[in-house]
């Protein structure tokens, strides 16, 4: 066999079932909690007639959305890969992470449109009750981000779906003084300008968010390694005379992918060993787990598993 490919620690990516299924715990106490305070919340901004609350709902809409489709994903990404789709259907998590963050950007925008014509007509916002949900708002996001704080480093859509909290953390938080301060003041211009500050702060969290989903579904080097390195530290591996057609990308977060043309010297007794220890040095030092090396001698020919010196053919 002329054509020597190492997967190291296996494609199917085993190692990660646990991640997942926390995760998926993670993503449906979070759903139940955040969809069952929507209600309420809806139907108090209404009442209110207070679109800071109207504005908060609508992100706490999004992140049931986005929790909802995470939890998809996760479903999905358990399915065994196929004929069809030889990597399985782990990418879907990134393509509901994009997903999530396009909605939310679309929410921002009406806010900040919605806000406009408040600014032109206020309303008479009702703030005791205002404050009130925005409070128990507030106790809803504190205990979903404490639930989804442990798998967001692992998980991109679990990270999407804890910075969409977050950011309605920070908005109950403004709503709760907004409604304060139109009791003490009847300012009722107050209520607009908090909606599009909860607007605004989202922004740069979900560009965040965007490009690093977009980086994935591009096939660009994962966040946190660099092409330059990777080559270098190869190229530094005893016996390797020659190095081209190096890729680095990465199916969903945290399941990175390598594949190279590596050229070896003579004194290479044994091929498959040396795949073994590029392999070893890839995951240890980068944490690359999915690898697929093709050796070949100094003439482009691909090596046998034994040693360079054995039978080759053009690949």
């Given at each position: 066999?002329?054509?020597?490919?190492?997967?190291?620690?296996?494609?199917?990516?085993?190692?990660?079932?646990?991640?997942?299924?926390?995760?998926?715990?993670?993503?449906?106490?979070?759903?139940?909690?955040?969809?069952?305070?929507?209600?309420?919340?809806?139907?108090?901004?209404?009442?209110?007639?207070?679109?800071?609350?109207?504005?908060?709902?609508?992100?706490?809409?999004?992140?049931?959305?986005?929790?909802?489709?995470?939890?998809?994903?996760?479903?999905?990404?358990?399915?065994?890969?196929?004929?069809?789709?030889?990597?399985?259907?782990?990418?879907?998590?990134?393509?509901?992470?994009?997903?999530?963050?396009?909605?939310?950007?679309?929410?921002?925008?009406?806010?900040?449109?919605?806000?406009?014509?408040?600014?032109?007509?206020?309303?008479?916002?009702?703030?005791?009750?205002?404050?009130?949900?925005?409070?128990?708002?507030?106790?809803?996001?504190?205990?979903?981000?404490?639930?989804?704080?442990?798998?967001?480093?692992?998980?991109?859509?679990?990270?999407?779906?804890?910075?969409?909290?977050?950011?309605?953390?920070?908005?109950?938080?403004?709503?709760?003084?907004?409604?304060?301060?139109?009791?003490?003041?009847?300012?009722?211009?107050?209520?607009?300008?908090?909606?599009?500050?909860?607007?605004?702060?989202?922004?740069?969290?979900?560009?965040?968010?965007?490009?690093?989903?977009?980086?994935?579904?591009?096939?660009?080097?994962?966040?946190?390694?660099?092409?330059?390195?990777?080559?270098?530290?190869?190229?530094?591996?005893?016996?390797?005379?020659?190095?081209?057609?190096?890729?680095?990308?990465?199916?969903?977060?945290?399941q990175n992918v390598l594949s190279a043309h590596i050229e070896i010297g003579p004194d290479v007794a044994d091929a498959m060993a040396?795949?073994?220890?590029?392999?070893?040095?890839?995951?240890?030092?980068?944490?690359?787990?999915?690898?697929?090396?093709?050796?070949?001698?100094g003439r482009g020919h691909c090596v046998t598993e034994s040693h360079p010196g054995g039978p080759a053919e053009n690949h």
């Amino acid at each position: 066999m002329s054509h020597a490919h190492g997967h190291s620690h296996g494609s199917g990516g085993h190692g990660h079932d646990h991640g997942r299924g926390a995760s998926a715990r993670q993503l449906t106490l979070a759903l139940v909690l955040t969809s069952a305070f929507l209600i309420a919340e809806v139907v108090g901004g209404i009442l209110t007639q207070s679109l800071a609350l109207i504005s908060d709902a609508a992100h706490m809409f999004t992140d049931a959305a986005g929790l909802a489709i995470a939890l998809a994903a996760v479903k999905l990404g358990e399915r065994p890969a196929d004929a069809k789709r030889t990597f399985g259907y782990a990418r879907f998590e990134i393509l509901a992470a994009t997903f999530n963050a396009v909605l939310l950007f679309l929410v921002a925008l009406y806010i900040l449109y919605e806000a406009y014509q408040r600014f032109t007509s206020p309303a008479d916002v009702q703030s005791l009750p205002m404050l009130a949900i925005a409070t128990l708002g507030l106790l809803v996001n504190l205990v979903c981000m404490r639930i989804l704080s442990t798998g967001k480093d692992e998980s991109l859509n679990v990270k999407g779906a804890y910075l969409e909290v977050w950011a309605d953390m920070l908005g109950s938080i403004g709503v709760i003084l907004a409604a304060g301060a139109i009791w003490l003041t009847n300012w009722n211009w107050i209520d607009p300008l908090v909606a599009v500050a909860i607007g605004l702060w989202v922004l740069p969290r979900t560009w965040s968010l965007l490009r690093e989903s977009l980086n994935i579904l591009l096939q660009g080097v994962p966040e946190g390694l660099a092409l330059a390195e990777i080559e270098q530290a190869l190229r530094a591996v005893p016996g390797l005379t020659g190095l081209h057609s190096l890729h680095v990308w990465a199916l969903t977060s945290g399941q990175n992918v390598l594949s190279a043309h590596i050229e070896i010297g003579p004194d290479v007794a044994d091929a498959m060993a040396f795949r073994g220890r590029v392999e070893g040095m890839l995951h240890e030092r980068f944490g690359i787990d999915h690898i697929t090396i093709q050796l070949e001698d100094g003439r482009g020919h691909c090596v046998t598993e034994s040693h360079p010196g054995g039978p080759a053919e053009n690949h």
